[in-house]
């Protein structure tokens, strides 16, 4: 009898049942406000510098304002140009909305500094699936003296007509400046207008080139 009794005064003692998650018994989750671009870093302010070279800083003086002013009033960076050092700098400040922003910029500057047009560089502040790309003539090929500057000569053909048909084709901005050649644009446009510039280099005539770039634009528009 004994032994009845402490068996049922044990099972008495067992353990209670968890409440359940239906009944509200869970606090709420906490709601936390996004942080700041100088609060990721600790309150640290990020820079950026971009090297200016000889043959850009007057084009730089002209397009000043029109580079200053997305950057500053857009994406809330500060910019300034340092004279003796000959370079851009950029930096965050307290209300900088997103801390990539400040990358950016930079790869905005470093573009225009690469030849490009304010108008096709400021793409980069915007979209954020845009790449620039550059590689050199002797990569392709190693050529010298005239044999270089026939190369050279077929990438832009007669007044430029090469150069803008496989732009146009490719959605793609090209700056050839002497032997380097810097592209601007999404991965897979980037991809095609290198392959059109590099048969071209190898001595493939413009109008094979020409046909190739029309059944490869047809193909990507049909993806999109």
Same mark, same amino acid.
């Given at each position: 009898m004994q032994s009845n009794e402490v068996s049922t005064s044990m099972d008495v003692e067992g353990v209670p049942p968890e409440p359940s998650s239906k009944s509200g018994s869970l606090p709420p989750k906490p709601l936390f406000e996004p942080l700041m671009a100088h609060e990721m870093?600790?309150?640290?302010?990020?820079f950026r510098k971009v090297?200016?070279?000889?043959?850009?800083?007057?084009?730089?003086k002209k397009a000043w304002m029109e580079i200053y002013t997305p950057i500053y009033d857009q994406m809330k960076i500060d910019v300034r140009m340092n004279l003796k050092?000959?370079?851009?700098?950029?930096?965050t400040r307290s209300? $900088?909305?997103d801390v990539s922003n400040l990358q950016k910029c930079a790869d905005f500057v470093h573009a225009f500094m690469l030849g490009f047009d304010v108008i096709?560089?400021?793409a980069l502040l915007r979209l954020d699936e845009l790449y620039v790309e550059?590689?050199?003539?002797?990569?392709?090929?190693t050529l010298r003296g005239e044999h270089l500057s026939r190369a050279i000569g077929r990438l832009s053909g007669k007044g430029g007509k090469t150069k803008f048909t496989i732009e146009n084709a490719t959605k793609t901005r090209i700056v050839i400046a002497? $032997?380097?050649i810097h592209m601007l644009g999404s991965y897979r446009n980037i991809r095609v207008a290198r392959d059109s510039l590099c048969s071209l280099i190898l001595g493939s005539p413009a109008g094979k080139v020409y046909s190739?770039?029309?059944s490869v634009s047809a193909r990507l528009a049909e993806d999109f």
């Open positions: 870093s600790d309150g640290r302010v990020q090297n200016v070279p000889p043959h850009r800083y007057s084009p730089l050092a000959r370079r851009v700098e950029l930096k209300d $900088t909305p096709d560089a400021i550059s590689f050199e003539v002797k990569d392709v090929k002497d $032997t380097k190739k770039l029309r």
